[in-house]
Nanobody, 115 residues
Framework: QVQLVESGGGLVQPGGSLRLSCAASGRIFSINTMGWYRQPPGKERAMVAAITSGGNRNYADSVKGRFTISRDNAKNTVYLQMNSLEPEDTAVYYC?????????WGQGTRVTVSS
């Protein structure tokens, strides 16, 4: 089984920055796509950013230009650099790892943007 562990969440002021990390471990041969989703209070979980094994990136319109996703394939780790944070970014952030037929999720890390 594959395990994902997120870290780096916390409380920041509007305009601040955070860097989230997610490390995958367990029975891993290769991961096709890794990504970040978030679930704000009272809302559905939605995709924030994704990155393929080759480094191709995709972002939600709401974060494009502010967030950057990156990946270290040797460490099976995905990162999310979040800049210019807004209160609307407040959510629990989940990473995932997508294989051909299986998706694994982490437990989430909470990000709160507030003055």
């Amino acid at each position: 089984q594959v395990q994902l562990v997120e870290s780096g969440g916390g409380l920041v002021q509007p305009g601040g920055s955070l860097r989230l990390s997610c490390a995958a471990s367990g029975r891993i041969f290769s991961i096709n796509t890794m990504g970040w989703y978030r679930q704000p209070p009272g809302k559905e979980r939605a995709m924030v950013a994704a990155i393929t094994s080759g480094g191709n990136r995709n972002y939600a319109d709401s974060v494009k230009g502010r967030f950057t996703i990156s990946r270290d394939n040797a460490k099976n780790t995905v990162y999310l650099q979040m800049n210019s944070l807004e209160p609307e970014d407040t959510a629990v952030y989940y990473c995932n790892a997508r294989f051909v037929s299986t998706i694994y999720w982490g437990q989430g890390t909470r990000v709160t943007v507030s003055s």
